[in-house]
């Protein structure tokens, strides 16, 4: 078993396992939270064990905000319990690969450094930004594809804290064209959290529940103001309509989907022609729109303990391509690609455009991709084709693109050692890493 350490410490997130192998030994939420039934805050388990435990109305402490590490000591717990715990490995023995965001500012960079150094005395370690990771393993599998033959790909994260347009060049991120929306699965999350809230039941508290819930139905639309049509019929005629039931800490402790069925009749809207809704959504009268939420609130039962759902299905995914719908002055994901790639020499756009991967979390709602070109086909130059591929698993594409650096056997030669940071401290140390 390899000595190198690879640890993509994202903002929701922990993956961690050893160079060389294809996928990570754990996968935790970087996270501490504290359930109703105890009185201390506790680490969670890997993700597939939790699935008996009693998330409902857990208060939750994160060490990483709008993905910059603010909480050291947290990381720091958080990390000991990985280590020890989960991984088994002796850090003094071991080589460390962790990602860090781009644009992390130098007191971030410096606590990381005395976090792996001299909190758990890691040997080496080596910073690596995700887009490069992605584009590194994404060329490993294709060996004889454009990507691999022009070393160039345009990488779209979307995260768990913002979205990056990151064009990569030769396996270093191009960094005075790299794009970012302020936007990623926390905010997604709690803005369903206000959409249900404020429709049916209070769900403020609920942040695990509530992700469950946008990972199981929502759905990015191809058509919007067909489908708020849709969703505004009542009875069968409205596909969109599916029922969430809330746990109720007795027969069941996990939140689930009332009929999964139901929950894909949408798929069965034709993504053809875009039909012309007799009436669109900036034509309906404001009060019509807030009587019809006041029936919605009076309808829910709540000794039921469930709700439904209908457009804040596929509204909620819609912030990430138009994000000025939550009031935020930024430019939607399309726009922010064409940007990007604008920002490189010409020469590169063709090949820009044509090799777009697509990684994080966010990017696994259904037609995400498809949704994606078609916002982007328009403004791109009709000589430029465009050409988007989703990565085989989204989560982890950035792990296993650091699992494959770490096993190269140029690895050792490019980290830090402990006793050049000790002698040249960090900043010097850092500027090996070309960031």
Not at 198 to 207: F, H, L, P, S, W
Not at 242 to 269: E, I, M, N
Request: aromatic share 8%.
């Amino acid at each position: 078993m390899s000595n190198i350490v690879v640890l993509d410490n994202g903002g929701g997130l922990i993956k961690a396992g050893h160079g060389g192998e294809r996928d990570p030994a754990v996968t935790i939420p970087n996270c501490m939270y504290r359930p109703l039934s105890s009185k201390k805050f506790i680490h969670p388990s890997p993700t597939a064990a939790s699935a008996t435990e009693d998330l409902t109305s857990a208060a939750v402490r994160r060490p990483i905000d709008r993905g910059y590490l603010i909480n050291t000591d947290l990381q720091r717990d958080i990390w000991a319990h990985l280590f020890s715990s989960l991984l088994h490995i002796s850090p003094s023995a071991s080589s460390l690969l962790l990602t860090e965001p781009l644009f992390a500012l130098p007191s971030i960079q410096r606590a990381t450094d005395e976090l792996v150094f001299e909190d758990f005395n890691f040997k080496s370690l080596f910073v690596a930004d995700p887009p490069s990771l992605v584009h590194l393993y994404e060329a490993s599998r294709r060996p004889y594809g454009l990507l691999s033959e022009t070393q160039c790909s345009l990488v779209v994260d979307c995260g768990f804290s913002f979205t990056h347009a990151a064009p990569v060049f030769q396996n270093f991120t191009v960094n005075y064209a790299v794009k970012r929306i302020d936007l990623g699965g926390k905010a997604l999350t709690n803005y369903l959290k206000e959409l249900v809230s404020y429709r049916a039941i209070n769900v403020m508290d609920e942040t695990f529940i509530i992700d469950d819930v946008k990972e199981k139905l929502c759905f990015v639309s191809l058509d919007v103001a067909r489908d708020l049509q849709i969703a505004r019929k009542r009875g069968k005629d409205n596909l969109l309509r599916c029922t969430y039931v809330l746990p109720d800490g007795v027969t069941h402790t996990k939140g689930f989907v009332k009929d999964p069925d139901a929950a894909q009749r949408y798929l069965s809207l034709s993504d053809g022609s875009r039909s012309q809704p007799s009436e669109t959504v900036k034509d309906m009268d404001r009060t019509e729109v807030m009587e019809e939420a006041r029936d919605r609130r009076k309808r829910v039962d709540l000794a039921k303990n469930e709700f439904d759902l209908t457009n804040e299905r596929f509204l909620v995914p819609e912030m990430i391509f138009q994000p000025a719908d939550l009031g935020m002055n930024q430019a939607g994901l399309a726009e922010c690609i064409v940007r990007a790639v604008n920002s490189c020499h010409p020469y590169l756009h063709s090949v820009l455009y044509e090799s777009i991967i697509l990684t994080g979390g966010s990017t696994l709602f259904p037609r995400f991709a498809e949704r994606l070109e078609r916002e982007l086909r328009p403004l791109v130059p009709d000589d430029y084709q465009v050409k988007i591929t989703t990565q085989e698993d989204p989560l982890l594409g950035v792990w296993r693109g650091g699992s494959l650096l770490a096993s190269s056997p140029d690895f050792q030669a490019m980290c830090v050692t402990k006793a050049e940071y000790e002698e040249n401290g960090s900043a010097r140390c850092r500027r090996r890493f070309f960031h």
